[in-house]
């Protein structure tokens, strides 16, 4: 395998080894045949894939980058999509779910701004083409996305706030994607314009989960929610979602702090330049990571116990990686997920919305 380690490390936080440990064990976990599962003879699915690629790729593992897009290439399915859940070489769940299509956009986008290969990004194009095209399909009347496709085709009633923010940004990339090797996409940019007024102005077009931290740091870290609305939106939901000195709560209810979710508001607040704030959170996570670079899904407290039981997950690491990433502006896609990064987008709302384009 070809690497080269190219993230530093965070002083005081991870040094630089540890850095390089964990992206070894993330490359690792890939199987032959290019797939990255969860954990050791688990289950994978693409937006996970994704995420775990473009770890690997700011770490410098392009081999096993390329083998994971490799993989997406040659499993995507006629539609431009991919099933949830893949088992090896099966088929775990065939339910089609927007937000797992979408992200490949991100990932290809995200391998060009690293490496500069436009020539692979040319050759993933029509992938990602596909998939986004496939996403626009299920866009509603309201902007918002229809979230998945049960396994006999019909669609779901409701869309998902953490996944159209997700497909948001997806739908972002994608469009810079297109500008990058002169191709026009403009069905692409009027879907997130849409898509974008839906998640800030419209919160009951999706279902009522705001439970979920997702819920709560997502559109800010999508680059949907901005500017002072991002810095209160944050504030807002601080209290709740953060278990001081801990990290992040999955769920808002039950004091169980996930390394992911903790990694993804190190890049929320990145976002926004509160670094302060990203670099504290993102030293919490040190009480999840194992000597073998791998991290612990999520801890409980007060007993300190893991859930799910000594669950190490390749998307946990793969999200920290790429939190480090940020906070040391290592790569040149260090600031993907930052405001003003990617191209802007209109505001374009539903036909009747009573806000008018803002």
Same mark, same amino acid.
């Given at each position: 395998?070809?690497?080269?380690?190219?993230?530093?490390?965070?002083?005081?936080?991870?040094?630089?080894?540890?850095?390089?440990?964990?992206?070894?064990?993330?490359?690792?976990?890939?199987?032959?045949?290019?797939?990255?599962?969860?954990?050791?003879?688990?289950?994978?699915?693409?937006?996970?894939?994704?995420?775990?690629?473009?770890?690997?790729?700011?770490?410098?593992?392009?081999?096993?980058?390329?083998?994971?897009?490799?993989?997406?290439?040659?499993?995507?399915?006629?539609?431009?999509?991919?099933?949830?859940?893949?088992?090896?070489?099966?088929?775990?769940?065939?339910?089609?779910?927007?937000?797992?299509?979408?992200?490949?956009?991100?990932?290809?986008?995200?391998?060009?701004?690293?490496?500069?290969?436009?020539?692979?990004?040319?050759?993933?194009?029509?992938?990602?083409?596909?998939?986004?095209?496939?996403?626009?399909?299920?866009?509603?009347?309201?902007?918002?996305?229809?979230?998945?496709?049960?396994?006999?085709?019909?669609?779901?009633?409701?869309?998902?706030?953490?996944?159209?923010?997700?497909?948001?940004?997806?739908?972002?990339?994608?469009?810079?994607?297109?500008?990058?090797?002169?191709?026009?996409?403009?069905?692409?940019?009027?879907?997130?314009?849409?898509?974008?007024?839906?998640?800030?102005?419209?919160?009951?077009?999706?279902?009522?989960?705001?439970?979920?931290?997702?819920? +709560?740091?997502?559109?800010?870290?999508?680059?949907?929610?901005?500017?002072?609305?991002?810095?209160?939106?944050?504030?807002?939901? +601080?209290?709740?979602?953060?278990?001081?000195?801990?990290?992040?709560?999955?769920?808002?209810?039950?004091?169980?702090?996930?390394?992911?979710?903790?990694?993804?508001?190190?890049?929320?607040?990145?976002?926004?330049?509160?670094?302060?704030?990203?670099?504290?959170?993102?030293?919490?996570?040190?009480?999840?990571?194992?000597?073998?670079?791998?991290?612990?899904?999520?801890?409980?407290?007060?007993?300190?116990?893991?859930?799910?039981?000594?669950?190490?997950?390749?998307?946990?690491?793969?999200?920290?990686?790429?939190?480090?990433?940020?906070?040391?502006?290592?790569?040149?896609?260090?600031?993907?997920?930052?405001?003003?990064?990617?191209?802007?987008?209109?505001? +374009?709302?539903?036909?009747?919305?009573?806000?008018?384009?803002?």
């Amino acid at each position: 395998m070809r690497a080269t380690d190219v993230l530093g490390g965070v002083p005081g936080v991870l040094t630089e080894q540890e850095v390089a440990t964990s992206a070894r064990h993330l490359a690792g976990l890939q199987l032959g045949s290019g797939l990255i599962p969860w954990f050791p003879g688990g289950h994978a699915d693409p937006w996970n894939h994704v995420e775990c690629a473009m770890a690997l790729t700011v770490t410098g593992h392009y081999d096993a980058a390329d083998a994971a897009y490799e993989w997406l290439a040659r499993n995507q399915l006629g539609d431009g999509s991919w099933f949830n859940y893949y088992l090896g070489a099966a088929v775990k769940d065939p339910r089609l779910d927007t937000n797992v299509c979408a992200y490949v956009a991100a990932g290809v986008y995200h391998h060009l701004v690293v490496t500069g290969d436009v020539d692979a990004a040319a050759a993933r194009w029509p992938m990602v083409e596909r998939a986004m095209d496939f996403i626009v399909r299920f866009q509603r009347a309201d902007g918002a996305v229809t979230w998945s496709l049960d396994a006999s085709g019909r669609r779901e009633s409701y869309a998902l706030l953490t996944g159209s923010s997700s497909i948001y940004h997806s739908l972002r990339c994608a469009v810079a994607l297109a500008e990058r090797l002169d191709h026009h996409r403009p069905a692409w940019e009027m879907a997130a314009g849409r898509l974008g007024h839906a998640v800030v102005h419209h919160p009951e077009a999706f279902a009522p989960k705001d439970e979920f931290a997702m819920d +709560w740091y997502y559109p800010v870290l999508a680059g949907a929610v901005l500017a002072d609305a991002a810095h209160e939106r944050l504030d807002a939901g +601080w209290s709740r979602y953060v278990m001081d000195d801990y990290g992040v709560r999955c769920v808002s209810s039950n004091d169980w702090v996930t390394a992911a979710e903790t990694a993804e508001t190190v890049l929320a607040l990145d976002a926004l330049g509160r670094r302060d704030e990203a670099l504290g959170l993102l030293a919490q996570t040190g009480r999840h990571r194992n000597d073998d670079g791998s991290y612990f899904t999520g801890l409980v407290y007060p007993q300190r116990v893991t859930f799910p039981g000594l669950e190490t997950s390749s998307y946990t690491a793969a999200a920290i990686l790429l939190a480090v990433d940020a906070v040391t502006d290592s790569s040149a896609a260090a600031g993907l997920f930052r405001h003003g990064v990617l191209p802007d987008t209109l505001d +374009w709302p539903e036909s009747g919305c009573s806000l008018g384009a803002i």
